[in-house]
Nanobody
Framework: QVQLVESGGGLVQAGGSLRLSCAASGRSFHWYAMGWFRQAPGKEREFVAAISWSGGHTHYADSVKGRFTISRDNAANTAYLQMNSLGPEDTAVYYC???????????????????WGQGTQVTVSS
């Protein structure tokens, strides 16, 4: 079983930055791709960013490209999401996720992930 715990959310003014962390436990973190999703009130959960098991490949939703950066520290069993130039449209609960597949490619769909954290709230004021 895998446990994922997000942290780093909070309230920030438009134009500000936050860095989210996702601490993983329960299996060898470095063998698995990781992803970030978000869900705003009344909306579907949507893909934000993903990173391969090695960290060598990343993929972003068009809405965050150029503003958000996903990274990972395999020694620390932690994935990160650096969010810059935040706007009110980024307000959501942010979730990290991991697939069961070992050494898999970057995954951008909800169905490609098997393990989810509890989420961390990000609120951007205008």
């Amino acid at each position: 079983q895998v446990q994922l715990v997000e942290s780093g959310g909070g309230l920030v003014q438009a134009g500000g930055s936050l860095r989210l962390s996702c601490a993983a436990s329960g299996r060898s973190f470095h063998w698995y791709a990781m992803g970030w999703f978000r869900q705003a009130p009344g909306k579907e959960r949507e893909f934000v960013a993903a990173i391969s098991w090695s960290g060598g490949h990343t993929h972003y939703a068009d809405s965050v490209k150029g503003r958000f950066t996903i990274s990972r520290d395999n020694a620390a069993n932690t994935a990160y999401l650096q969010m810059n130039s935040l706007g009110p449209e980024d307000t959501a609960v942010y979730y990290c996720a991991a697939p069961k597949q070992v050494l898999g490619a970057v995954v951008t769909t909800l169905g490609g992930y098997d393990y989810w954290g509890q989420g961390t709230q990000v609120t951007v004021s205008s």
